[in-house]
């Protein structure tokens, strides 16, 4: 392919993310990323930020994962403390999937904290995929805090977030069966429940701690 062809093509991607149509963002963000371009990263980056097909928004993480980590993730980084939630959450997506552990300094309390649920609950699974070693229970005691946070979709991806932690997340989520908040009881119990059966089915769980809690318990003990 000539200079002048690869100029002609990559114009035609760029242009296509900022397609009014759908399909043709589609098409755009997947050649993005079937011949990466180091221009690519910043429009690919901002279209996250925007973009308001889901469809889309994946193929854009999909393109930015076949782009070096080195050229990726210090736009991703400036996305996370974005003011934009979705500039946040698929920020965070995207870290999860890329997986490269340089970027675990930006899953800050803030952010496993965040108001937005979809962002938090994006932190939560980028937090897991990039702990280092030996910080799993530190991780595990941060998330505990959002324990009976949320409605049913939000709790099953916490519950996950720390059943994905393992053993390490026995201590945490033991304190908080036997807290004040009936709701963090609740949700705690249902946690340990997929601890010991991560098959379990979660909104059996989650209907079964609250008879638990409603019934005066628990014990705390389990897990």
Known sequence: MTVTGQETDAVRV????????????LRAALEAGTVPDGR???????????????????MLTWALTRHPVAVTIPGLLREV??????????ALHTL?????????PAITPALLA???????RSAWRAAVVLVPEGEESALAAVLATQLGRGGRQTQLSLSRAL????????????????????????HALATQRLLRDPDAEFGFAVEEAKRVVALGGPDGEGG
């Open 81 to 90: 403390r974005s003011e934009r939630a979705q500039a946040r959450s698929q």
């Open 40 to 58: 690519f990263v910043g429009p690919l980056v901002e279209r996250c930020a925007v973009e308001p097909e889901f469809f889309v928004r994946d």
């Open 114 to 120: 965040d108001a937005e649920d979809e962002v938090a």
């Open 163 to 186: 059943v994905a932690l393992g053993e390490v997340t026995v201590p945490a989520v033991r304190a908080a069966v036997t807290g004040p908040d009936p709701c963090v009881r609740a």
């Open 14 to 25: 760029l242009r296509g993310l900022e397609d009014g149509r759908a399909s043709v963002r």
């Open 96 to 104: 999860s999937k890329i997986g490269d552990g340089r970027a675990w």
